[in-house]
């Protein structure tokens, strides 16, 4: 267990995190890591079998502790269908079958895989009463210490509450070799959290809402540690990997304090969940949700910077002040990276802000906006704002040969 005293209403905080194990060659670990499982069941996509899961399977075996292996179609998506897969395998058959007995479930769940892989384990996981860890394969997203899977139910992303992950074990070797837009997706998600923490602070103070200084102040340490190392990624410094992989792992620690993903997600993740929704509902595989994010972070830049110059309201200006040399730093950050852009359309892009206010009940500055009647009116003076300073290209052109 992981643990802190805090000097914020809820005075202390915890998650049931055994190991975090971020290392070169780390997964050699992993059967030392989970010896006191005997019935493991590791879930991989076919991607993410290849990349780690063969070598994490011949290791379990080894040990004796490996139950069975179920590897999903790529690409697996958080949806009820993977869950579903996942808990209809999850058990494993006896040979002579006994309609009177129980199933033989596992003791333990071992996702390998990021973002996707990860969530559909931990919702299963929180299903069935059974712990779970995860080898990461890639530093794509803050979700891997989480306390929250974003899933796809029907044609909706819905933000469930589950359970949190025992042992989270990072090979850099392996992040290292990741794909280049899973490197930037991991990017996109961090610098949002500038943009959370100022969410956070208004709805705090409008709206009474609980805040917790300490993880906040916490968040914004793995955010700069992700900023700091984000130039390194392109070239696959071994520094920058371990130092993003960490930062992303501390914004999930701080999201399981919390009880919420508040600390880690607002303006951005509304805008750019709300994107990725209107895929699912078109039918089309959803972009990289860090993606989507950083999108969504450059729209919530733009529209805190108006709303600086145009309010009267002097609060709102000294807090918003507060965090324009972030956003200037995100700004030429986005020059060197050049996260690429998946939306482009002026209407998609509008709908994606005026429907992401309601994607989750939580106060940010689009409830702020809409409060106003002025929401649509600023989502289409900043779409052009924000098309000339952060536009380079689209991700299908970026990355042609990319598969999700």
Partial sequence: MIEMDCTCSQKHHSIPTEVIEVSENAIEKVADILKDYHRIFM?????????????????????GNLSHTLVLEAP???????????????????????????SLNPDYILAVGSGSINDTCRMVSYRLGIPYGVVGTAPS????????????????????????????????????????????SGVGDMIGKYVAILDWEI??????????????????????????????LEGRSLDAIRSTSEGLILSGQCIAYCGSSRPAS???????????????????VPNLHGIEV??????????????YRETEDKYLKGMIEKYLPAFERIEALQQVIKIPFTVTDEERFVEGILRGRTFRKR???????????????????????VMSKYFFQTFKERFPDWEA
């Fill in 76 to 102: 697996a998506l958080p949806n009820a269908e993977s869950i579903g897969k996942v808990l209809i395998e999850a058990g494993r058959d006896r040979e002579v079958y006994d309609i009177n007995a129980w």
């Fill in 141 to 184: 997203m803050d979700g891997y210490a989480s306390v929250v899977a974003p899933l796809l139910n029907g044609r909706k992303k819905l933000v469930y509450n589950c359970t949190i992950a025992r042992h989270i074990i990072i090979d850099l070797g392996i992040n290292q070799a990741a794909p280049y837009p899973l490197l930037l």
């Fill in 294 to 307: 950083g999108e969504g972070v450059f729209v919530a830049i733009e529209l805190f910077r108006k709303l």
């Fill in 363 to 385: 106060f940010t500055i689009l409830q702020y906006l809409h409060a106003q009647g002025i929401l649509e009116e600023y989502a289409r003076d900043v779409y052009p704002k």
């Fill in 266 to 284: 607002g303006t951005e993740h509304m805008i750019g969940q709300t994107w990725e929704v209107m895929d699912v509902e078109e039918g089309k």
């Fill in 43 to 63: 879930v991989a996509d076919e991607h993410t079998y290849e990349v780690a899961g063969r070598r994490v399977e011949t290791l379990l075996k080894e040990a």
């Fill in 203 to 232: 709805s705090r103070d409008l709206t009474g809402e609980y805040y917790c200084q300490q993880i906040a102040d916490m968040v914004i340490k793995a955010t700069d540690q992700c900023i700091q190392a984000s130039a390194g």
